[in-house]
């Protein structure tokens, strides 16, 4: 079972964007594209990002049809000292193993950086999905007009297509590892 674990940022289009390419065989990596069978997302958060998690959760409903989501939210919101950043490595150390999938793009550097380096420990791969500024500023002005409205979404017949205006159609995703 192959697992996609991503740190989560403010933008949440980004891990349903590498998701979506994953699947999709639609990435850059040092060997050759495939589909890649992703079977569960875990995303790891902060406090400050969680209206973000519950628009990930929608997008990934309405615009991927993917349901196998689950949290962990950190007990903080940025590394602040030693022993957070060593919480963070255990947090992301009991959720991936060796040739699962660590999308380090979204969420606080400090948090990413602890979970990157947890990733080369177990031997997972590396992943990250990039787009255009433009989209971005795009992007980042629809889910300001969209906040709060991904919270009543609870099932597929509550989905509307603009969830999917929070994903960018030109994410470029690149495996490094």
Known sequence: MVKLVATLGKSPGGIAETL????????????????????ELVVIRTEEVTESYYFLKTILLCCLDFTNVREVALPFDDISSPQDFITVRETVRKV????????FSGGRKAITAAAVLTARDVGAHLVTTVI?????????????????KALSVYNKGQCVSYFCDLMSSKAKTIIFF
Do not use: C, H
């Not at 979506?20 to 079977?39: H, M, Q």
């Open 20 to 39: 979506d390419n994953l699947i999709s065989g639609n990435y850059v990596a040092p060997f050759e594209a495939k589909e890649i069978k992703v079977n």
């Open 132 to 148: 255009d500024q433009d989209d971005y500023i795009r992007m980042n002005r629809r889910y300001e007009e969209l906040k709060g």
């Open 96 to 103: 991936l193993s060796t040739g699962d999938y660590l999308d």
